[in-house]
């Protein structure tokens, strides 16, 4: 297991900060454009967090993808969901026909699927569904750990490569997805168990979940597991193997290994901001190549907000998962670089210059 430990660890403490300079190019380049500075706003800041990744402020980001890690939860056997553990199965065999929330949207885009088995209880029979199987579902974490630290460093190891191969066959932006009921439990306790909270303050009812008993039963269960497991919190991969899902193993390597092969990676919902906590707390550095999407509804994101900064683009009232908020992230990625690639300079729209002589003095 050491060797395996430091195997992921290379990849962690390989990630290198942005290229400021580059950032600073693009900012100066922006207030030459035909506008108001900053009046785009946050499609001006991916623009920018952009430049500092590939170090230029004009990059082909063609073509996308998202990743969708797919587990059970063994947690699940104590009903912390309304859902059926075999719903996970159900979801992950109809990813690949782009039918889901997230595949009909991706229609709508265009980017292309990736759909990982790295815990499904039952075998998975389509075979566009890539087989990383490490577990046939984590143990229930109510009652001891969800998985051995060493199954927690594969499962991040399989996200790590799953990068490799995607910038092999030339993606240049990643989104992350994932499957798994029950995952809203995992990703609580992997929250509150890293940020010292309090699970009864950050619990929410997840899949459809409306009987307050039934919340109760969940909230009490997650304190329990960490009772039980008494994850570290200074060390993420001790809390990911106590009390998380493999789904999020993978979505932790997901980062990683986007922010070590330098290419943007967005940020989706619940789960995949659990997995972005883990992973920024192994290296801050992380957030530097993370953009995000949508604000979700479950309580335990106002955490991961808090404790990395992350600031969420959309708010639409989605708390779909799968992956089905990269879409329209993408889509501000591409923005951005058409803001640079095409608008005009003041210069080439003959704009009087009794404006652009001000724009030094100008705060904004």
Same mark, same amino acid.
């Given at each position: 297991?050491?060797?395996?430990?430091?195997?992921?660890?290379?990849?962690?403490?390989?990630?290198?900060?942005?290229?400021?300079?580059?950032?600073?190019?693009?900012?100066?380049?922006?207030?030459?454009?035909?506008?108001?500075?900053?009046?785009?706003?946050?499609?001006?800041?991916?623009?920018?967090?952009?430049?500092?990744?590939?170090?230029?402020?004009?990059?082909?980001?063609?073509?996308?993808?998202?990743?969708?890690?797919?587990?059970?939860?063994?947690?699940?056997?104590?009903?912390?969901?309304?859902?059926?553990?075999?719903?996970?199965?159900?979801?992950?065999?109809?990813?690949?026909?782009?039918?889901?929330?997230?595949?009909?949207?991706?229609?709508?885009?265009? &980017?292309?699927?990736?759909?990982?088995?790295?815990? @499904?209880?039952? =075998?998975?029979? /389509? !075979?566009?569904?890539?087989?990383? *199987?490490?577990?046939?579902?984590?143990?229930?974490?109510?009652?001891?750990?969800?998985?051995?630290?060493?199954?927690?460093?594969?499962?991040?190891?399989?996200?790590?490569?799953?990068?490799?191969?995607?910038?092999?066959?030339?993606?240049?932006?990643?989104?992350?997805?994932?499957?798994?009921?029950?995952?809203?439990?995992?990703?609580?306790?992997?929250?509150?168990?890293?940020?010292?909270?309090?699970?009864?303050?950050?619990?929410?009812?997840?899949?459809?979940?409306?009987?307050?008993?039934?919340?109760?039963?969940?909230? &009490?269960?997650?304190?329990?597991?960490?009772?039980? @497991?008494?994850? =570290?919190?200074? /060390? !993420?991969?001790?809390?990911?193997? *106590?009390?998380?899902?493999?789904?999020?193993?993978?979505?932790?390597?997901?980062?990683?290994?986007?922010?070590?092969?330098?290419?943007?990676?967005?940020?989706?919902?619940?789960?995949?901001?659990?997995?972005?906590?883990?992973?920024?707390?192994?290296?801050?550095?992380?957030?530097?190549?993370?953009?995000?999407?949508?604000?979700?509804?479950?309580?335990?994101?106002?955490?991961?907000?808090?404790?990395?900064?992350?600031?969420?683009?959309?708010?639409?009232?989605?708390?779909?998962?799968?992956?089905?908020?990269?879409?329209?992230?993408?889509?501000?990625?591409?923005?951005?670089?058409?803001?640079?690639?095409?608008?005009?300079?003041?210069?080439?729209?003959?704009?009087?210059?009794?404006?652009?002589?001000?724009?030094?003095?100008?705060?904004?």
């Amino acid at each position: 297991m050491e060797e395996l430990k430091k195997q992921v660890m290379n990849y962690v403490e390989g990630i290198e900060p942005i290229d400021g300079e580059a950032v600073k190019r693009a900012q100066e380049e922006s207030m030459n454009l035909l506008k108001i500075p900053m009046s785009l706003g946050r499609v001006e800041e991916v623009g920018f967090k952009l430049a500092g990744i590939s170090g230029k402020t004009v990059s082909d980001y063609d073509p996308k993808c998202i990743i969708i890690m797919s587990s059970d939860n063994g947690i699940v056997d104590k009903g912390v969901s309304s859902a059926p553990k075999s719903v996970t199965k159900t979801m992950t065999e109809c990813f690949t026909k782009k039918v889901t929330g997230v595949g009909v949207i991706s229609r709508v885009y265009g &980017n292309d699927l990736f759909v990982y088995d790295i815990g @499904n209880e039952q =075998d998975i029979d /389509d !075979p566009l569904v890539i087989k990383k *199987k490490l577990m046939r579902g984590t143990n229930d974490f109510s009652e001891g750990p969800a998985m051995t630290y060493e199954t927690a460093l594969k499962g991040i190891m399989v996200g790590i490569e799953a990068v490799r191969d995607a910038v092999d066959r030339g993606y240049k932006v990643i989104g992350t997805g994932e499957m798994g009921i029950g995952n809203t439990s995992s990703s609580t306790a992997v929250i509150c168990a890293l940020a010292g909270r309090d699970p009864h303050d950050f619990v929410g009812k997840g899949t459809g979940m409306t009987d307050d008993a039934a919340l109760m039963n969940k909230i &009490n269960l997650i304190k329990q597991g960490i009772d039980v @497991n008494k994850p =570290d919190p200074s /060390d !993420p991969i001790d809390v990911l193997a *106590k009390v998380g899902g493999l789904d999020i193993a993978g979505l932790v390597g997901i980062y990683i290994g986007c922010a070590y092969y330098k290419i943007p990676v967005v940020i989706d919902g619940y789960i995949s901001s659990a997995a972005f906590y883990l992973a920024y707390r192994l290296n801050s550095n992380v957030k530097d190549y993370a953009i995000e999407s949508h604000k979700t509804m479950e309580p335990g994101y106002s955490v991961v907000t808090e404790e990395t900064g992350i600031d969420p683009m959309f708010d639409m009232d989605m708390r779909l998962g799968e992956g089905s908020g990269c879409p329209f992230t993408f889509f501000v990625i591409d923005c951005a670089q058409s803001m640079f690639r095409n608008m005009y300079t003041f210069e080439q729209g003959m704009c009087s210059t009794e404006y652009t002589d001000k724009l030094n003095d100008l705060k904004f």
